[in-house]
């Protein structure tokens, strides 16, 4: 019978489907997890710090003072930081066990995030218990598909992973440009007259940094102000370095200039530079800070601040507010240094003067990014050997947008002294030679 | 529907040897009659299905999820129906000003601006959250152990704002924190220890892993971890949540497939995201859902080139929290060695608690961790701290510390938590004096227990506080009945104490394990 035949050719045909499909299943090889890393990997054996990493550090054994860590106020080893985050230690533990909406919040979270609202004289703030994850998170919040964001080329990592995170629209502009920046912000004028109905609900943010990581410049932010109300986007700005370090107080970038604080729309930074705590926070308005609180990834999902971290925020930050002379000590140490290395046959200095981390780059490179990294590394050895710690400043190469050259970052803080300075400045001089010629 | 003497309330056939069937087979397998002849004919000896395969589970794994009532069902979505329209009412009040506008507004001078907020997003902020929004969020202010002391706070303009009238409602039994084992506490050895390396190297570090911020603590810290799981290697890092979402980005990329749970954790989602990777989702805890789409995928290969793909990543949590289920560990074991996955395993939940000697989730199947190619977890719950870690090969961790995110950009551990980890983490392997030993069995089978009967906790608003205390008594009640019952041993250097995790507020399934 007809049908017969045609079920005896369609159980055949799945059954030599079954087989080819067992056939391709059995052949497929997929790649190995992970590549195999080469032993001379620069950055597989990292350097061991015993003890704490403060102004004198032992490093793979050996002592030198400390110009690597991000310890700008010296605060990391301070007794009075100590002894409260000991108190708090004696009262809550370690752990809080918990995110912040199932009975993670502590007092000692209510109370940093008011200092800190105080502190930076906005309305509100919210803190994250990880640095790297606030930006991350706080960008994404608010900024969904469909958004326009414009982004400096030298945003630092976080920023980048909080913009993939979003899905927006990313324009990038020249680092500092705003020449640059208003060209964009004009041809996304002239694409919204086009489409008016979409640019009503199309966001525009602004992501800039307030002293950059990876440049050591600080951003033009009353221009930015003047573009922000000219083509109405709003700025997001990152204070992680210039947190503790910029103003008269230690409130920022804004302080320095001068800038209302609401024309900002939302500022974020990590405590775990200036306060030498671990953490970040945001504030702002409420009505941008608030939103946080349910849409922030970081915030929701995760668990809070171990409240002996947020005690040392807070009596880091009774530090600043009680003697704010010494931010004014920090930028004339960057002077110094900065002054001190000009100069040097095959480095050159990349940062402003009162930034308190800039790098030292190659002023000629030799053509290949892994020979320039391994004279860097050569000096940075070197020094480590007549007791100056450095770092070179470490880069995912694959993954950044805009990878910065190969650089040694130079980190200033209160604690170090001049002569301290002189001779980091002409170790770094000397051994620069030698290597480089 | 009443449950059965064996507990199942659903409709699931229980076999012969005592494991539970996933349910009825509906995707997947071609199953016209012909067909299956044929297949069965051409196939003997393969394994199609594994959970037939009842050797691959030592003892009988059964799960039971309560299904939601009908009237419960209809009933939430009429309350949702009339809560939205209430917000509608609402909003049309506050517009034309007859209600006053409690909420934070954009300031004056940038009215003009794109609005911020999606509308809807924020509807249901403004009109649903609100009402209930004290449900959550409650400040503590002690140690959240057993008992914890929370922060009384009132509203007087329902929820908008709260005022904290100053009294501390002392020695509240402690249902939400996630102190499984009780290694958070303020006194003891872990504390006293974590006291010491706070006064020698002080809270922050300043730097990140590649720089100079790698201590002595830390490779402490990743040689106890690893020699804890079993595995070869392990990395720690700051944050439990960054974990997964800057190391899954660093292990696949474009080209690779993500398998990921349908409930799978917010990091885990993130992490899949921005990898970049293709990702395909399977039903929860559904092995023949896995099997399908492994098939697929190896079969099918990339969608429009049909390139074959670089690597799959089997994306799993050892207990989903939001559910209490755990995972089907050997089944997916299983599935990963003959379709060469990869398998990558989020122990945030099962660390330290299940297994007899706290283990994970892969001693509580008694396999070998060395089939879970990424061992992921966190610090925070089990080891009262904070932060993650990866543990697996040697060549996977050096991988990592070369590229993960987290070592390059990210601050590391603080000194001080890395010790309480360091601590706990001796205590529960027994090399600091005390010891588990049998008891531990008991503990361990009986946290978890534990940790599923959650009291279910109803989702009342807060505003009616006769019901809410009379949720507090219900709840007490079975906790005591429980307290009696259950077997436990607490750790020995400590009072017994026991420790119950409900997920608050909105948990409407009991899980038992047996």
């Known amino acids: 019978m007809a049908t017969a035949t045609e079920q005896w050719v369609l159980v055949e045909m799945v059954q030599a489907l079954y087989e080819e499909k067992e056939e391709l299943i059995e052949e497929w090889q997929p790649e190995p997890l992970v590549p195999p890393v080469p032993k001379d990997h620069p950055a597989l054996n990292y350097n061991i710090v015993s003890g704490p990493p403060s102004h004198k550090i032992v490093v793979n054994g050996k002592e030198c003072i400390n110009f690597a860590s991000f310890n700008f106020l010296g605060l990391l080893d301070n007794p009075r930081v100590k002894a409260a985050a000991l108190a708090s230690l004696k009262k809550y533990g370690v752990g809080t066990c918990g995110p912040r909406g199932f009975y993670g919040t502590f007092d000692v979270h209510l109370d940093l995030e008011d200092r800190l609202a105080k502190f930076m004289k906005t309305e509100e703030a919210i803190i994250y218990s990880y640095g790297f994850a606030t930006i991350a998170s706080a960008i994404p919040a608010y900024s969904k598909r469909g958004d326009i964001v414009f982004v400096d080329r030298a945003a630092c990592f976080a920023i980048q992973k909080g913009l993939q995170a979003s899905r927006s629209d990313i324009k990038l502009f020249k680092h500092n440009d705003m020449a640059d920046l208003e060209r964009l912000l004009k041809e996304q004028e002239i694409e919204d007259q086009k489409n008016p109905r979409k640019a009503r609900v199309t966001r525009r943010f602004i992501v800039v940094e307030g002293l950059y990581m990876n440049t050591g410049t600080i951003c033009p932010l009353p221009e930015l102000v003047k573009l922000k109300y000219k083509y109405k986007a709003r700025i997001f700005l990152e204070e992680s370095l210039s947190f503790g370090v910029l103003g008269e107080h230690g409130r920022g970038v804004t302080e320095h200039y001068g800038i209302k604080i609401d024309d900002i729309d939302l500022i974020s930074a990590n405590m775990e530079n200036a306060l030498a705590s671990i953490g970040g926070f945001c504030c702002g308005r409420s009505f941008v800070i608030d939103h946080q609180r349910l849409s922030g990834q970081g915030y929701c999902f995760s668990a809070s601040l171990p409240p002996l971290l947020a005690a040392a925020a807070i009596e880091a930050l009774n530090i600043m507010e009680e003697n704010p002379g010494i931010f004014a000590v920090l930028k004339e140490k960057c002077r110094q240094i900065h002054k001190a290395l000009q100069g040097i046959s095959g480095l050159k200095v990349v940062g402003e003067s009162l930034s308190p981390a800039f790098h030292l780059q190659l002023e000629e490179s030799t053509g290949s990014r892994e020979q320039d990294v391994r004279l860097l590394q050569e000096i940075v050895d070197q020094c480590m050997n007549r007791s100056i710690a450095l770092t070179q400043a470490r880069y995912l190469e694959k993954e950044e947008k805009c990878l910065p050259p190969p650089s040694i970052r130079v980190v200033v803080t209160v604690e170090q002294t001049e002569e301290e300075l002189e001779r980091a400045a002409s170790t770094i001089k000397e051994v620069a030679q030698a290597v480089l010629l | 529907m009443r449950p059965e003497p064996g507990g199942c309330c659903c409709r699931r056939t229980v076999r012969a040897n005592g494991c539970v069937a996933n349910g009825e087979v509906r995707n997947g397998y071609v199953r016209s009659s012909a067909a299956a002849a044929a297949a069965a004919a051409a196939a003997a000896g393969q394994i199609h299905h594994v959970t037939q395969n009842g050797g691959l589970y030592k003892r009988p794994f059964n799960e039971a999820f309560e299904e939601t009532p009908m009237l419960v069902a209809v009933l939430t979505y009429v309350g949702y129906g009339v809560l939205t329209l209430f917000g509608y009412l609402r909003d049309f009040l506050r ?157 696949v990329g474009k080209g690779c497939l993500i398998l990921s749970d349908e409930l799978n954790h917010a990091s885990l989602v993130l992490g899949a995201r921005l990898s970049g990777a293709t990702i395909r989702i399977f039903k929860h805890n559904n092995m023949q859902s896995l099997e399908k789409l492994l098939k697929d995928a190896i079969v099918y290969g990339q969608p429009r080139t049909r390139r074959p793909w670089k690597k799959i990543l089997i994306l799993v949590e050892g207990i989903y929290s939001m559910e209490g289920s755990i995972v089907r560990l050997p089944e997916v074991i299983a599935l990963k060695k003959k379709y060469k996955a990869y398998l990558y395993l989020d122990e945030a939940h099962s660390i330290g608690a299940l297994g007899p000697t706290g283990r994970g989730v892969v001693e509580y199947f008694g396999l070998d961790p060395e089939d879970v190619d990424v061992m992921m977890g966190t610090f925070t719950k089990s080891f009262g701290a904070s932060g993650g870690y990866i543990g697996g090969k040697k060549e996977l961790i050096d991988y990592l510390r070369t590229h993960s995110h987290s070592a390059v950009y990210a601050t590391s551990l603080s000194p001080p938590v890395v010790e309480q980890i360091i601590t706990s983490m001796k205590c529960i392997m027994g090399q600091d004096g005390t010891s588990l030993d049998a008891t531990g069995q008991e503990f361990g089978q009986g946290t978890v227990g534990m940790t599923c009967l959650c009291s279910v906790v109803w989702d009342w608003p807060g505003r009616l506080k006769y019901l809410e205390r009379l949720r507090w008594l219900v709840v007490g009640i079975v906790w005591r009945l429980l307290h009696s019952h259950v077997t436990w041993a607490g750790v020995t250097w400590s009072q017994a104490q026991l420790r119950l995790l409900t997920r608050a507020p909105s948990c409407m399934y009991l899980f038992r394990v047996a």
């Open chain 2, 95 to 251: 517009y034309w000003r007859i209600e006053k506008c409690h909420h934070a507004t954009e300031r004056e001078e940038q009215k003009d601006f794109v609005s911020l907020y999606q509308d809807f997003e924020n509807f249901y902020t403004r009109n649903l959250y609100m009402r209930i929004r004290d449900n959550w969020n409650r400040p503590i202010c002690s140690v959240p152990g057993a008992r914890v002391d929370i922060m009384e706070r009132q509203s007087h303009d329902y929820n908008w704002s709260f005022k904290y009238t100053g009294n501390i409602i002392k020695g509240v039994i402690n249902m939400g924190s996630y102190n499984y084992l009780g290694f958070a506490r303020n006194t003891g050895s872990c504390q006293e220890a974590a006291a010491k390396v706070l006064e020698e190297y002080g809270a922050g570090v300043c730097s990140t892993r590649q720089e100079i911020g790698n201590l002595d603590k830390h490779e402490e810290l990743e040689e106890l971890v690893a020699r804890f799981l079993g595995v070869e290697a392990a990395m720690a890092y700051g944050m439990g949540f960054a974990t997964n979402s800057m190391n899954i980005p660093a292990l």
